[in-house]
């Protein structure tokens, strides 16, 4: 299939793998976030998951990777994504995401039970999805940090 | 040839692919590093390059990455790479590179014309190949600054 035009339906199957990672993060839904990912049945040539955090080192396997979001979703009351600059690109059985996470997060609540600050956050991500038998999984995530305008984008 | 397991020879060519994306960069070859990425006759169907440099926002297309690394070699004075945990997984026409690269380079010279001091610094990369007819040629490379420990790695 090298070199063939994604078909509309492809692309549309992986902007909502895309979103579905999204989702099971700011619901802090590990079981849903478990189905985002490729899995052991889905990979025999690989060692599988591939993730790095913003600033974290890089997460290898699927149990580590899984493992890492249990433990961010344990440390975090409130996350919400806005993906902005989104594009997709399929290459046969793999296809590349690439978007801007807009990340608006919870502080830590004060003692007296009120809620914390909301902070911002930007994060730029590259997300590699794998075509399964059960559909589109995600193969590695790479997010991070954005810290200076850079380069000749509009930022 | 999804699931079929990667033969030696690729996975070879794909770690030369690997190693020249960093020995142009060291060289400050802008040549070598034109013939490491994908070109638009390889890429009928996508836009093509997508680069992130640590800290850098997302750079997408040939022109733009290409113009980043010319920024990048003429206020670089002195770079070398040390790469480590190196793992190559292939996936049809497809190959995801994750390494963490352990930079030593060269600050500004002083006024005198006295060598600059030495900067040490470490990134995780995930580097994407593509099969094309010219060999395997870089899709996306995503290099993200390691700010902390985090997770369960060993560092």
Aim: glycine share 12%; hydrophobic share 40%; aromatic share 6%.
């Amino acid at each position: 299939m090298s070199g063939s035009r994604p078909r509309d339906e492809d692309v549309a199957a992986v902007e909502a793998a895309n979103e579905a990672l999204y989702a099971a993060l700011e619901a802090g839904d590990l079981d849903a976030m478990t189905d985002v990912w490729v899995s052991g049945a889905d990979a025999d040539d690989v060692q599988g998951a591939v993730c790095v955090h913003p600033g974290w080192p890089l997460l290898s396997g699927r149990a580590a990777v899984l493992r890492s979001y249990a433990l961010i979703m344990a440390n975090t009351d409130y996350i919400q994504f806005f993906l902005t600059d989104v594009t997709v690109e399929i290459h046969g059985d793999v296809a590349l995401v690439t978007c801007t996470e807009n990340i608006l997060s919870g502080g830590e609540a004060g003692e007296d039970g009120e809620p914390g600050p909301l902070l911002g956050g930007k994060v730029v991500a590259t997300n590699l999805f794998r075509r399964t038998s059960d559909g589109w999984r995600l193969w590695s995530h790479h997010g991070s940090p954005v810290l200076t305008g850079g380069g000749d984008e509009d930022e």
